[in-house]
Each structure stands twice: as C-alpha cells, then as structure tokens.
C-alpha cells in the first residue's frame, strides 16, 4: 500500500460516507435509549479499519492497524478535550468560532501527541 | 433527519476515511493516518445542524452530550489496540472492539442520564422559594 489509487479513494470514501451516514440514520429511527447510544458508533474508525483489508493481509494488516489504533486513541483522546471546549467555545463566541477553535484544537493536540511519542 | 444533514454526514465521514488513508500512504509515520480515522464527523455536523435550527446555546449542548459517547469510541480504540497487540487476531479484536464500545456507551449513557436528572433537579430546588424565619 505505498502508492495511491483513485479506485481506492472512492471506495474508502463511499465506505466511510457511508458507515456514518447509516449509523446516525440507525440512531433516528431506533430513537430513545439505543438511539441516543447508536449516535455514538465509532463509524469512522471501523471504516478507516474495515477498508485496511482493502490492500492488506496477515502481519501487514495486523500492523497497518495497530499503527491506525494507536493515531486514533491519540485523536479519540483528542475528541474528547474537543467537544467539551466546543460546549464551552460555542456560547461564549458563538458556534462557528468555537467549532472552528475546537476542531482545530483537536487537529493540533493530536499531531504534537502523535510526534511526541515517536520523538 | 433531514437529507442536508444526512448529506453532510456522508461528505464528512468519507472525506475522513479517504484523509487517513491518504495521509497514512504518504507520510512515514503511519499513526498520522489513525488520527483522522477519529475525526469526530458526527459531533460536528450534529453541533453544525443544531446551531443553524436553534443558536448556539443549544449547538453548546449537543456538544456536551457529544462527550460521553466519545469516551465509549475511545474505549473501543484501545481494546482494538490491546487485543490485536496480544492476541494477533484481527476479527476478534474488531468484535472485541465493537462490544467494549456498546458496554461504555450504556454506561455513559446511563452516567449522562444520571448527570441531566441531577441538574435538573438542583434547577427545581433553586427556583423555590426561601423558607421563612
């Protein structure tokens, strides 16, 4: 998987449309408990995992993975400090500074975390 | 759901999917890759649509509620983690994921509940009014 195909692309990004399309169209119509659940499926990650089989198998896989699980525990982390400072950002300036501030926010935490661990 | 939020929905988690692939093809450091595989797509185009239908007070809670879920998708990374470093398996570590997931997100779930009862409540006695002496 070192070079990149446009058919690859378009599958992953039918895929990862796709996965958190359907997930927040599961939550609306399980509604109440699972729905509310349901609205916080990991789509993007399992995609991002699911279409590693795409290109890879055996040991490949298995560190072409390890190395996507360890980005995005970083980036969940990173999710995490993002949502609440979007809570907190959006009444204070307004909801598109504070999306804005908070997004990229999470963009920055995790690439220091991510280039610190491998310093 | 509306078809705009849905669309939005689509265009953000597949632009994420297709960013970590791409960044994961082209730069030496394959954790670069995994970052964006969390980019929280749901989250922002959730906080996006509330604050367009009802401001940003409420686009504020939304992204509020967002935290507890995110903590269950966080769980779910690290078990996929711990299983596929240990056990070399990599469906199992993928179901293993997906059911560590839905237990933290019950919890949290549970835990939010909890949380916006307890506010609630706190909110009912403050309004009442003081005894008198």
Known sequence: MNTLSMSGIIIRFVLGGGAVAGSSIVAGRLGGKFGGIFASFPAVFLAALLTLRLGSYGQTLLNQSLSLSKGALVGMIADIVCAVMAGYLCTRLGWRQGLTYSVGTWLALSCVAVAVTHA | ?133
């Open chain 2, 1 to 133: 759901m509306d078809k705009k939020g849905l669309l939005l929905r689509f265009l953000f988690g597949g632009g994420a999917v297709v960013v970590s692939y791409v960044v994961s093809v082209l730069l030496p450091w394959k954790e670069f890759g995994g970052i964006f595989a969390a980019f929280p797509a749901v989250m922002v185009v959730s906080v996006m649509m509330m604050a367009l239908r009802d401001g940003s007070e409420k686009a504020a809670q939304t992204a509020q509620g967002a935290v507890f879920g995110m903590i269950g998708c966080a769980v779910s990374v690290l078990v996929v983690l711990l299983s596929i470093r240990y056990s070399h398996n990599w469906w199992l570590s993928v179901v293993l994921g997906l059911v560590a997931w839905y237990l933290t997100a019950v919890f949290t779930y549970r835990l939010s509940r909890a949380h916006r009862s307890g506010v609630t409540t706190r909110a009912r006695h403050s309004r009442l009014p003081l005894p008198r002496h």
